[in-house]
């Protein structure tokens, strides 16, 4: 097995005072990467903030030999993420890599959320994934290198009370897929992670299962589709308990009418078994995927 390291590569992890982001923050300068660890610090639901906990996992990193400085920025800001990069690029000339991770909970059925639970979320995961990674791509871009991770969640399969994270979570892999194409030409690959990690966030959920979801098998993952030796881009994973699996939005063939064919309601009541039929889909990896499945259909 080939070494996967990090020398000469710098790196921002968002969040990285605690939990996952802390896993991944280690590993990366473990591994010889010069790193930013953001935290703002606070409590799970994004109440109060504390330097403390950046600044506890630059020591960490130091005294184990490695690189580090901390940003208490918080990354719901554009002013904060322009100043998370900022710190990259000052302390350590240029930024190679991007792990989004910072995040909370407002945990609240669909009819008693209020809208400034619904911000809160979408302002910490979705926008501050904008605000941290649009500085960041323009630096890539110049240098012709970069790699993006997100973070999403099992939510975004669906979870009862979880309508604003799981609708930010999904923002983010729009936002992954895109800035894949996007940044294809400049050796910019970007790919969407989602964990299922015993954490602050989470021990309380999972129960005594948390017990064998330890944060270390996610971070491998991450920290593989963080570095040179990744193949992959405009990809989402799941990383759990020691089982990395690809998730994705699949395009099945569906039932066509025929070219020129009118279509009503009836028809497609006739015809729903084809058209839910999940044999046979593609994975788009763009936009132009679908349109050119469809424009085969009309040759
Ligand atoms: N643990 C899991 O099973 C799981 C599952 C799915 C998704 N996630 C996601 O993984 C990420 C990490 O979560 P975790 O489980 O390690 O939880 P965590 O609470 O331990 O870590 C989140 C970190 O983000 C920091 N943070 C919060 N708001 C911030 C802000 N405005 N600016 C900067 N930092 C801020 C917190 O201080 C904390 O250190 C989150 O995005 C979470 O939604 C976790």
């Known amino acids: 097995m080939s070494d996967i390291n990090f020398d000469g590569r710098v790196a921002i992890v968002t969040g990285a005072g605690g939990g996952l982001g802390r896993t991944y923050a280690l590993d990366l300068a473990a591994r010889g990467a010069q790193v930013v660890v953001n935290d703002l610090g606070g409590s799970v639901d994004g109440k109060g903030g504390d330097h403390a906990a950046a600044q506890k996992v630059v020591d960490e990193i130091k005294a184990a030999g490695g690189e580090a400085v901390p940003n208490y920025d918080s990354v719901m800001t554009p ?42 979320i979408i302002d910490v995961h979705l926008k501050a994934a904008f605000y941290v990674s649009q500085p960041a791509f323009a630096i890539m871009k110049e240098n012709g290198y970069g790699r993006f991770v997100f973070t ?99 395009l099945a063939p569906g039932w ?12 497609i009541a006739a015809h729903i078994e084809e058209i839910e039929a999940q044999e046979g889909y593609i994975v788009p990896g763009s936009t132009t995927d679908e349109i050119m499945a469809l424009a085969g259909l009309f040759n």
């Open 79 to 120: 002013e904060g993420g322009a100043n998370i990069v900022k710190t990259a690029v000052d302390a350590f000339g240029k930024v190679d890599v991007v792990i989004n991770n910072a995040g909370f909970l407002r945990d609240k059925s669909f009819l008693k959320l209020t809208w400034d639970d619904l911000d809160a």
């Open 256 to 267: 066509f009418a025929g070219k020129g064919a009118s279509v009503a309601a009836e028809d």
């Open 152 to 250: 999403a969640s099992n939510a975004t399969f669906g979870n009862f009370g979880q309508t604003n994270y799981a609708a930010a979570k999904n923002g983010l892999i729009g936002l992954s897929n895109t800035i894949a194409v996007e940044g294809a030409r400049s050796g910019i690959l970007s790919n969407v992670i989602m964990p299922v990690a015993k954490t602050r966030m989470t021990e309380e959920l999972l129960g005594s299962f948390a017990d064998v979801l330890g944060p270390e098998y996610v971070t491998p993952m991450v920290a593989y589709l963080s570095s040179e030796a990744c193949t992959t881009t405009h990809g989402a994973y799941s990383a759990a308990g020691g089982r990395y699996a690809r998730v994705f939005t699949g």
